[in-house]
């Protein structure tokens, strides 16, 4: 059997897609792109009226460096599963939300970053239905940027991670305004937010007021750069509690429009900045920005000299989510104690269920960077359709019902329960014998898995449910049985 989205996982993505100028009477690479994105409920909308000689010419065209997508058996395999859904005529639930009561049509944002750096990438993003944007961070001071800027760290023709030299934007700061007046003179439903950078207080005043005399909806406070250049910018600040109580202090006092600190992931408790913030008088928080790190690699050297700087893509979500759980749980930042401050999400975000994951923690919006530098502006289409799909069939009416539900599911370590265990189960009609789940229990689990005839079979009396076979298992037939009370021994 085909595995759908390793399958998809192939597809290069073509501009203009071969495989679908063949077809003529559907959309086939529009239908893998929902696949690759977890979006495989609404893939076979794109190929209903599709022919197996369609789909047969549509495989033969495509251009794949090493062998053509298997266009057919790979939808063939979807429509086993999701056919009904495909059929579904149910109006769609509205995405709009509230940011620091700013009215959003959905939560999904362009982050400050390299994919927001003029007027003509902002409006196209805007028009493919992006909610809005936190343009690239505006500064006083002269920018020089290095070549090569970027590096990854790849998985199959995707960034596992990415590593980012860039600052902050090399257009003259007069320039950078005009461009956010213009945008939201011509899309004034959309939500546009400048990001800043100042090296001194009234730096930071001055470019925050040259942001709301632009018309911006809010502006950000970049606390958080990895890889600046001059002393006491970037990730200098949100390191340092005060400074971050003084800066955003300071821009309060002079902007009406909300202001939003952004910090940085490379510091050991984020509350302390995040608490500077609030008492600064912030309505919200972005979180997180990039990881210090460094990779060495030809591709990574610039001039034959490395560096480091900021680290990106799927890899860093699961820290960025325990930062933004470690604030939105907070005693004080939770609101209980005063005003509310709202977060947006930032991290390794590339499918709708990446930022639903980020809502669940409490994020109202979500920023997206790295996934549209691979993928482009387009992947805004299966963000959409794919989470409200899912607040369809969950019965979710709001976003709003959604932001911070999977915070009371959240404990410490010492308050996990301890006196249970579920094992592992074996599915021995999915199972093809690889034993890859007893090389893995052998050597690193309990070696409480034999392997005989090509059968995998569990030693009850040496496993302890630790469950790294049902990870390791490539064609998902290790399940996990009923929780039970261990035995006493």
């Given at each position: 059997?085909?595995?759908?989205?390793?399958?998809?996982?192939?597809?290069?993505?073509?501009?203009?897609?071969?495989?679908?100028?063949?077809c003529?009477?559907?959309?086939?690479?529009?239908?893998?792109?929902?696949?690759?994105?977890?979006?495989?409920?609404?893939?076979?909308?794109?190929?209903?009226?599709?022919?197996?000689?369609?789909?047969e010419?549509?495989?033969?065209?495509?251009?794949?460096?090493?062998?053509?997508?298997?266009?057919?058996?790979?939808?063939?395999?979807?429509?086993k599963?999701?056919?009904q859904?495909?059929?579904s005529?149910?109006?769609?639930?509205?995405?709009?939300?509230?940011?620091?009561?700013?009215?959003?049509?959905?939560?999904?944002?362009?982050?400050?970053?390299?994919?927001?750096?003029?007027?003509?990438?902002?409006?196209?993003?805007?028009?493919?239905?992006?909610?809005?944007?936190?343009?690239?961070?505006?500064?006083?001071?002269?920018?020089?940027?290095?070549?090569?800027?970027?590096?990854?760290?790849?998985?199959?023709?995707?960034?596992?991670?990415?590593?980012?030299?860039?600052?902050?934007?090399?257009?003259?700061?007069?320039?950078?305004?005009?461009?956010?007046?213009?945008?939201?003179?011509?899309?004034?439903?959309?939500?546009?937010i400048?990001?800043?950078?100042?090296?001194?207080?009234?730096?930071?005043?001055?470019?925050?007021?040259?942001?709301?005399?632009?018309?911006?909806?809010?502006?950000?406070?970049?606390?958080?750069?990895p890889?600046?250049?001059?002393?006491?910018?970037?990730?200098?600040?949100?390191?340092?509690t005060?400074l971050?109580t003084?800066?955003?202090?300071?821009?309060?006092?002079?902007?009406?429009?909300?202001?939003?600190?952004?910090?940085?992931?490379?510091?050991?408790?984020?509350?302390?900045?995040?608490m500077?913030?609030?008492?600064?008088?912030?309505?919200?928080?972005?979180?997180?920005?990039?990881?210090?790190?460094i990779?060495?690699?030809?591709?990574?050297?610039?001039?034959?000299?490395?560096?480091?700087?900021?680290?990106?893509?799927?890899?860093?979500?699961?820290?960025?989510?325990?930062?933004?759980?470690?604030?939105?749980?907070?005693?004080?930042?939770?609101?209980?104690?005063?005003?509310?401050?709202?977060?947006?999400?930032?991290?390794?975000?590339?499918?709708?269920?990446?930022?639903?994951?980020?809502?669940?923690?409490?994020?109202r919006?979500?920023?997206?960077c790295?996934?549209?530098?691979?993928?482009?502006?387009?992947?805004?289409?299966?963000?959409?359709?794919?989470?409200?799909?899912?607040?369809?069939?969950?019965?979710?009416?709001?976003?709003?019902?959604?932001?911070?539900?999977?915070?009371?599911?959240?404990?410490?370590?010492?308050?996990?329960d301890?006196?249970?265990?579920?094992y592992?189960?074996?599915?021995?009609?999915?199972?093809?014998?690889?034993?890859?789940?007893?090389?893995?229990?052998?050597?690193?689990?309990?070696?409480?898995?034999?392997?005989?005839?090509?059968?995998?079979?569990?030693?009850?009396?040496?496993?302890?449910?630790?469950?790294?076979?049902?990870?390791?298992?490539?064609?998902?037939?290790?399940?996990i049985s009923?929780?039970?009370?261990k035995?006493?021994?």
């Amino acid at each position: 059997m085909l595995h759908i989205h390793e399958e998809a996982a192939r597809c290069l993505m073509c501009e203009n897609a071969p495989c679908t100028k063949a077809c003529k009477t559907g959309d086939p690479a529009r239908a893998i792109r929902s696949i690759r994105f977890d979006n495989e409920k609404n893939a076979l909308q794109w190929t209903a009226d599709c022919s197996d000689a369609d789909l047969e010419r549509a495989e033969q065209a495509c251009i794949h460096y090493d062998k053509p997508i298997r266009i057919r058996e790979l939808l063939s395999e979807t429509k086993k599963t999701y056919a009904q859904s495909a059929k579904s005529d149910a109006p769609k639930p509205s995405l709009a939300i509230t940011f620091c009561g700013i009215p959003c049509e959905n939560p999904f944002f362009l982050a400050s970053s390299a994919v927001c750096t003029n007027y003509d990438m902002v409006a196209r993003a805007l028009e493919a239905g992006w909610a809005g944007v936190f343009y690239k961070t505006i500064c006083k001071q002269e920018i020089r940027e290095v070549s090569p800027r970027f590096d990854a760290v790849k998985d199959g023709n995707s960034f596992a991670g990415f590593r980012n030299m860039e600052q902050l934007s090399e257009n003259p700061y007069e320039e950078d305004f005009e461009i956010l007046r213009r945008l939201k003179q011509n899309f004034p439903t959309k939500v546009i937010i400048a990001s800043i950078m100042g090296q001194y207080e009234e730096e930071w005043s001055e470019l925050a007021k040259m942001a709301e005399d632009a018309g911006c909806d809010a502006v950000e406070l970049n606390f958080s750069c990895p890889q600046m250049r001059l002393i006491g910018m970037g990730s200098d600040v949100g390191q340092n509690t005060e400074l971050v109580t003084c800066y955003t202090t300071y821009v309060k006092q002079v902007v009406k429009i909300p202001v939003i600190p952004k910090m940085t992931p490379n510091i050991k408790l984020i509350s302390q900045p995040a608490m500077g913030a609030y008492f600064g008088g912030a309505d919200a928080i972005s979180a997180i920005n990039t990881i210090k790190s460094i990779t060495v690699s030809p591709m990574s050297a610039v001039n034959d000299k490395l560096t480091i700087s900021g680290y990106s893509g799927r890899a860093v979500k699961p820290i960025a989510l325990r930062f933004i759980y470690e604030m939105a749980s907070h005693h004080v930042l939770d609101g209980s104690h005063g005003h509310q401050v709202d977060f947006s999400g930032i991290g390794g975000i590339e499918t709708w269920n990446d930022a639903l994951e980020f809502i669940k923690l409490g994020c109202r919006n979500v920023q997206v960077c790295t996934a549209v530098m691979q993928y482009g502006y387009r992947i805004i289409d299966d963000l959409i359709s794919g989470i409200q799909t899912y607040m369809a069939e969950n019965g979710k009416e709001h976003v709003e019902d959604m932001v911070g539900e999977l915070l009371p599911h959240i404990v410490q370590p010492s308050d996990l329960d301890r006196d249970t265990i579920a094992y592992p189960k074996i599915d021995t009609e999915k199972c093809i014998g690889c034993g890859r789940c007893h090389i893995s229990c052998m050597d690193g689990g309990h070696q409480a898995i034999s392997f005989e005839n090509r059968q995998p079979h569990i030693v009850g009396t040496k496993c302890v449910g630790c469950l790294l076979c049902r990870l390791i298992c490539p064609t998902g037939a290790i399940g996990i049985s009923k929780r039970i009370h261990k035995r006493q021994k």
